[in-house]
């Protein structure tokens, strides 16, 4: 059973900082696809950023770009979203989420979800 578990999400003032981390148990290879969605109140869930244990290749949005980073833990199978700069528009729900390959991040292809953390900016 896959299972993905979520932390760090908080509230933070604008221009501040805070990183999330998903490890992951029980998928059945060492390579996937793995990273991050969010999704505001009132709006689509849209893809954030992703990382393939396969290539080391990520992926982000043009929102977050220049200012989140997904990284891969020293443990392989823990992955990190550093989020800077945050802006009030950053505010979301935002779930880990696994699929075996990358070449979509699309949130109808994903096949396991975290149950999601908070992440709040205040302006």
């Known amino acids: 059973q896959v299972q993905l578990v979520e932390s760090g999400g908080g509230s933070v003032q604008a221009g501040g900082s805070l990183r999330l981390s998903c490890a992951a148990s029980g998928y059945t290879s060492s390579r996937y696809c793995i990273g991050w969605f969010r999704q505001a109140p009132g709006k689509e869930r849209e893809g954030v950023a992703r990382f393939s244990t396969r290539s080391g290749s990520t992926y982000y949005a043009d929102s977050v770009k220049g200012r989140f980073t997904i990284s891969q833990g020293n443990a392989k199978n823990t992955v990190y979203l550093q989020m800077n700069s945050l802006k009030p528009e950053d505010t979301a729900m935002y779930y880990c989420?696994?699929?075996?390959?990358?070449?979509?991040?699309?949130?109808?292809?994903?096949?396991?979800w975290g149950q999601g953390t908070q992440v709040t900016v205040s302006s």
């Open positions: 989420a696994v699929r075996s390959f990358c070449n979509t991040w699309h949130p109808a292809t994903v096949d396991y």
